[in-house]
């Protein structure tokens, strides 16, 4: 599925991470998936209510790109979003709070699962209506320009965006203006239950590129290196002032849309082929294979496991948002 | 016939396109999956995927898509998966729709549904739970209705797809499967522009419409027994154009009116109401007019404050008590 080169890059990243950043990269994809999982229990259990979309099998894409950035660049995302909030280094005390609807939450208890948010670190959002972050990449890479600073946006949205108006309007603006921003598009072949075949007029979404004159690459979202080795090219072209980059991942989400959604539209079997891509088990062979210790190994997923309680006991033991500051947020408090 | 809310929309668009083949159905997951509520289950197996068509996501396109197909005759019902996204799709209704027949003097005419889920209650936070009806409730050449009952669900849905102008039909999904009633078998219509009482009452009326409704109903039930009040309840049901024969009837007759609803205080369409009574019953009041709705805030996603910001029975009881003290 990704071109040869993307392959040949990946395998170099292999030898030019250190093995401390192997080990990084690895207990962050496994600190995603414990948390989804624990999301998901926390969900039927009651503690978290709403709309709730998990990230499940698609840690090598955000793992991968984010890794590549520098600390002050920019992160943009979708409602399914968990998983880049966490990369880009936010506390999974705080978002599982959000989750719960805390007052400790990143979101102080008023966005909620769709809607983490982190000023400090450069998370600038999930955004629950599809599309919708792309404009807003644009806007953060305007400003990046304007005021001369060398950081730059990565833009994450899934194959269901390409149909909206605000993708082409954006990647149009960005090639033309030089914007510096990245954009990620996560193709797990749904929207909800539509099958891309059935939503969009071209299947290998990284030529969306070509029309608007910036480089595109397909590369597989489940080999966390690959994504890494494209999101270096990609933010260096963009940092280097020569304008927006299109990457595509090709990924699968393990759960349904959302924590409601049994996801009937597939198939056992297709489900079964993707599980034995599953991203995590992948790189642990590889990480493995590189000389790093299956216990060294076992060691970051028990520190993750306990990592994941502290959260839930924080979010649990946490305060509700007080009543008396329902309308507060709305304007800038004087 | 026993049926829930949700059934009854899906046997109106079954009804209505067994009658006429005009009429098809298209929005995001509308067909395979049978609707993100499951409100047009079953319509693909009986007329295929020629009348029940599943498009990209693109509000936009959806409804002006809707708009292209109603001027050439054809009957198109489409739906926002949730009303929250409606606002995708702003220039498009408010554009488009609504002003087609007018700036081209009358030549064609634009029937067009568009369906929207809305309301809170689902800890939907800020972008699904929302009740955009008053942003359309202002723009002339549209209708918009939001049904609170089963039989009226499945009356005004036919309605608005018979209807020659374009319609918004906000249908609010906390009632989808909370509420059930008996309706009779087979084609009825309910009117679009006229207002029902739900409840007669003496002592004071509460004018309210889509969830808020049964909020109301409950308080009037509450403050019969337990303080002897007779309170009358109208159901607006059609937002635009408002039933001001009704409204001016209800106010009149009790000289005391609650006005109920989900959407925001300020702009809502309580303010329309308030504002006709205001001009045409002055003489007949007995009190202020009093108004029920959601904080001016956002929705919020913390459950605590999402019931904090929202109107439910107990603040109608307590707004009904207020004014009949007055
Ligand atoms: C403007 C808008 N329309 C519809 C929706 C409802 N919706 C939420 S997610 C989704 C599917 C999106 O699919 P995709 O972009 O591929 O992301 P994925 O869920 O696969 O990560 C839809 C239709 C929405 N949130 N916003
Ligand atoms: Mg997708």
């Known amino acids: 599925m990704a071109l040869e080169r993307e392959k040949h890059l990946a395998e170099r990243s292999l030898l030019t991470l250190t093995e401390t950043e192997l080990q990084d990269m690895y207990r962050m994809m496994v600190l995603i998936r414990r948390f989804e999982d624990k999301v998901a229990e926390m969900y039927m259990r009651g503690k978290i209510t ?30 399914r979003e968990h998983g880049h909030c966490l990369a880009k280094g936010a506390s999974p005390k705080r978002v599982m709070a959000e989750l719960f609807g805390k007052a400790t939450g990143v979101s102080r208890g008023r966005g909620g699962s769709m809607h983490l948010f982190d000023a400090e670190l450069r998370f600038m959002g999930g955004y629950a209506i599809v599309g919708g972050g792309l404009p807003l990449a644009a ?16 833009c994450f949205f899934g194959d269901g965006a390409i149909p909206q108006g605000a993708f082409h309007e954006t990647l149009n603006l960005a090639s033309l203006w030089k ?97 034995e891509r599953d991203p995590i088990k992948r790189f642990r062979r590889r990480l493995i294979e590189r000389r790093i210790s299956a216990a060294t190994l076992d060691q970051i997923d028990r520190e993750v496991d306990a990592e994941i309680e502290e959260a839930v006991r924080f979010a649990d033991e946490s305060p509700d948002p007080d009543v008396s500051e329902v309308t507060k947020y709305v304007y800038v408090d004087a | 016939m026993e049926v829930t809310y949700v059934k009854a929309i899906n046997m109106a668009l079954f009804e209505e396109m067994r009658r006429d083949e005009n009429v098809f159905v298209m929005g995001e997951d509308v067909a395979e999956l049978g609707g993100a509520f499951k409100v047009t289950e079953g319509l693909l197996e009986e007329f295929g995927p020629d009348r029940v068509i599943d498009t990209p996501i693109a509000e936009s396109l959806i409804v002006g ?38 700036r081209h003097g009358g030549q064609v005419s634009c029937p067009l549904v568009i369906r929207a889920p809305a309301g809170a209650g689902v800890h939907g936070a800020l972008f699904h739970s929302q009740n955009p009806e008053a942003w359309f409730t202002r723009v002339p050449g549209l ?14 849905l036919k309605s608005a797809i018979r209807d020659d102008d374009p319609v918004i039909y906000f249908e609010h999904k906390r009632l989808y499967r909370s509420i059930k009633e008996d309706i009779p078998e087979g084609d009825f219509l309910v009117p679009i522009g006229i207002a029902e009482t739900k409840r007669e009452g003496r002592d004071l009326s509460v004018i309210t419409y889509g969830g808020c409704l049964h909020y109301a109903l409950d308080a009037a039930r509450i403050v019969e027994k337990e303080d002897g009040l007779s309170v009358e309840v109208l159901d607006l049901r059609t937002l635009l154009p408002l039933d001001r024969e009704a409204i001016l009837a209800t106010a009149k007759k009790t000289g005391k009116v609650v006005i109920a609803h989900e959407d925001r205080l300020t702009g809502g369409i309580g303010g329309e109401v308030a504002a006709i009574i205001a001009e045409h019953a002055f003489d007949y009041l007995d009190g202020p007019i009093v108004r029920v709705g959601m904080a001016d805030t956002h929705n919020p996603f913390s459950p605590p404050l999402e019931e904090f910001v929202l109107p439910n029975t107990d603040k109608i009881v307590a707004a009904i008590r207020r004014l009949a003290a007055y």
């Open chain 1, 179 to 275: 914007l510096p921003v990245v954009f990620i598009c996560e193709n797990n072949f749904y929207g909800m239950g539509t099958l891309t075949q059935r939503a969009i007029c071209q299947q290998e979404l990284y030529r969306f590129a070509q029309p608007y004159n910036i480089p595109g690459v397909r590369v597989d979202g489940m080999d966390v290196l690959e994504v890494y080795a494209a999101t270096v090219e990609a933010a260096a072209h963009a940092r280097e002032g020569h304008g927006p980059y299109l990457i595509e991942a090709v990924t699968y989400r393990f759960r349904g849309h959302s924590m409601s959604d049994p996801a009937e539209y597939r198939s056992k079997r297709e489900e079964r082929i993707w599980q």
């Open chain 1, 139 to 154: 806007g953060l890479g305007l400003s990046i320009q304007y005021k001369e600073e060398p950081e730059i946006v990565c």
């Open chain 2, 65 to 102: 898509a809707g708009v292209g197909a109603a001027v050439m005759g054809l009957r198109p019902v489409v739906e926002m998966q949730f009303a929250d996204f409606i606002s995708c799709a702003f220039d498009q209704i408010v554009n488009m729709a609504a002003t087609f027949r007018y």
């Open chain 2, 143 to 156: 209708k918009v209705v939001a049904p609170a009952t089963a039989y009226d669900a499945k009356g005004l």
């Open chain 1, 50 to 79: 709403g709309f709730c979309h998990l990230y499940a099998g698609e840690e090598a894409v955000a793992v991968g790109a984010i890794r590549a950035l520098y600390d002050k660049d920019y992160v943009v995302s979708t409602y």
